[in-house]
């Protein structure tokens, strides 16, 4: 599996290969349909790896616009929020709901609550994999009562290459 790491920091902040980050991920997603007994189609392969080609959210208009280029025709809204449930149904993708976007998910079939770090001037994501902030949520909401289902953490602030900027 590929790392989305080095050290402490996170790929996303680092100048690196990252048709690398693309090739993982559509390799990942393949596999797990495929365990899963569920179809990656062309459009759907197609649509994760526009999220994946950067590390920043991309919203489904984004998206559209993009498929609509490639293909020379209007592509339809519905057929774009149809591959994004999908990927999202299936671990693929996040949603960052501040956003109204989307951003790959750096470990598809791995059941994990969202935590994201996004950098308001560039707009980079990076998805944390802490598990004490999700207890300390779920712990705080059983204090009140209350059952949380899922949960999905966004942090605005700025990443280290705008803070050295």
């Given at each position: 599996m590929f790392k989305p790491v080095i050290g402490n920091t996170p790929l996303a902040c680092l100048p690196h290969d990252h048709s690398r980050c693309v090739a993982e991920a559509l390799a990942e997603a393949e596999v797990l349909c495929a365990r899963q007994g569920t179809r990656l189609t062309a459009l759907r392969k197609r649509v994760l790896e526009l999220v994946w080609a950067s590390h920043k959210p991309l919203g489904a208009y984004d998206i559209l616009g993009v498929l609509s280029d490639e293909d020379g025709r209007r592509a339809a809204p519905p057929t774009v929020y149809r591959a994004l449930d999908f990927l999202l149904e299936n671990g693929l993708v996040h949603r960052i709901a501040s956003l109204n976007a989307f951003i790959g998910c750096i470990h598809p079939g791995e059941l994990h609550q969202g935590q994201f770090l996004i950098c308001r001037t560039c707009h980079t994501a990076i998805e944390l994999e802490q598990d004490s902030?999700?207890?300390?949520?779920?712990?705080?909401?059983?204090?009140?009562?209350?059952?949380?289902?899922?949960?999905?953490?966004?942090?605005?602030?700025?990443?280290?290459?705008?803070?050295?900027?």
């Amino acid at each position: 599996m590929f790392k989305p790491v080095i050290g402490n920091t996170p790929l996303a902040c680092l100048p690196h290969d990252h048709s690398r980050c693309v090739a993982e991920a559509l390799a990942e997603a393949e596999v797990l349909c495929a365990r899963q007994g569920t179809r990656l189609t062309a459009l759907r392969k197609r649509v994760l790896e526009l999220v994946w080609a950067s590390h920043k959210p991309l919203g489904a208009y984004d998206i559209l616009g993009v498929l609509s280029d490639e293909d020379g025709r209007r592509a339809a809204p519905p057929t774009v929020y149809r591959a994004l449930d999908f990927l999202l149904e299936n671990g693929l993708v996040h949603r960052i709901a501040s956003l109204n976007a989307f951003i790959g998910c750096i470990h598809p079939g791995e059941l994990h609550q969202g935590q994201f770090l996004i950098c308001r001037t560039c707009h980079t994501a990076i998805e944390l994999e802490q598990d004490s902030i999700s207890q300390a949520i779920v712990d705080g909401a059983a204090q009140v009562g209350f059952a949380v289902e899922s949960q999905t953490v966004e942090v605005v602030g700025l990443c280290s290459g705008c803070q050295a900027s």
